[in-house]
């Protein structure tokens, strides 16, 4: 299917969404605060602070298995010394976000959403380390959000996504292409439409179009690359919807890996097997992280 067309079509189907959320004021602010030179730490944890929901979430992943503190952090200051300013980007960027997907369960789940999504962001930001690639908050943060797309189809076309996944029941496939089959376009153009909405920047813009098509990336195919071998890990490693979408994939093959190949030349030498293994043993963190995101935030405030 061409591109274009389902680019139009997501673009009216986004369109026609009722009640279509924006992106919390938060989020932007804190990319752009820790984004700026001489910026002060107490800047950073007022602007937090000022969203009480917020830095109480920022509390609780903070003290998640994922971030590993030696003693239990009570305070968004604290937290900021502990995780540095670069850190803290990720994390109340991350936690902004809840709110937006949060009661808008559909097909999927939120929650298995959010594993997954944290998942590829985590797996993002170690690929990105063994590459060397210069921004791995980056790979991070648009691992996150590389699958918006997803969650807004789950919720906003419910019986066409039903009716898609019944047809697939006990076979192997890929999600993206049944979608552009039964839907006329698929996350990936869904994502990207919201993201324009959102003002993402355009390299975050592209990732999300593109994550299943890094070959076609222009402004940061390396970015790209990363994503989708993160997803693809993801899929096959219990952080890929409760199973919904099953995929199998022969490394050698992708084309993410020969882009980052060329990136790294070192990355021929990866030991891929241990790589799955040592990713097994962060799930169990992931969906930890993802419980107490989850869980009531408690009425004393944070300072």
Not at 44 to 66: F, G, H, T
Not at 171 to 180: D, G, I, N, S
Not at 188 to 213: M, Q, R, T
């Amino acid at each position: 299917m061409e591109k274009a067309a389902m680019m139009q079509t997501a673009e009216e189907m986004v369109e026609s969404f009722v009640d279509l959320p924006t992106i919390p004021h938060v989020a932007t602010r804190v990319i752009e605060l820790l984004d700026r030179p001489g910026v002060e730490l107490d800047e950073v944890a007022d602007m937090i602070l000022a969203d009480q929901v917020l830095a109480a979430r920022v509390i609780k992943m903070v003290n998640s298995p994922l971030y590993k503190p030696a003693n239990e952090i009570k305070s968004v200051k604290r937290a900021l010394i502990y995780l540095g300013f670069r850190h803290i980007r990720e994390l109340a960027f991350t936690c902004s976000f809840v709110d937006v997907f949060e009661g808008r369960d559909g097909i999927f789940d939120v929650r298995s959403f959010w594993e997954h999504s944290f998942g590829v962001g985590v797996v993002a930001k170690i690929i990105a380390q063994r590459v060397r690639y210069p921004d791995t908050e980056k790979a991070y943060l648009v691992g996150i959000v590389h699958d918006i797309g997803e969650v807004f189809l789950s919720y906003y076309r419910q019986d066409a996504f039903r009716a898609l996944l019944e047809s697939v029941k006990g076979q192997p496939f890929r999600l993206v292409e049944k979608e552009a089959e039964y839907l006329g376009t698929s996350h990936s153009e869904i994502g990207l439409c919201i993201a324009k909405k959102w003002n993402f920047p355009a390299d975050y813009c592209e990732v999300i179009g593109l994550h299943h098509d890094p070959d076609q990336a222009v402004l940061d195919p390396t970015l790209c690359a990363i994503v989708n071998l993160a997803d693809l890990f993801c899929s096959v490693r219990q952080l890929d919807y409760g199973g919904s979408s099953w995929v199998t994939f022969n490394l050698a093959e992708e084309k993410a890996w020969a882009i980052l190949k060329s990136y790294a030349p070192n990355l021929a030498d990866l030991d891929v097997e241990r790589f799955c293994y040592e990713l097994d043993d962060r799930v169990p963190e992931i969906q930890d992280m993802v419980k107490s995101i989850f869980q009531g935030i408690g009425a004393k405030e944070p300072s």
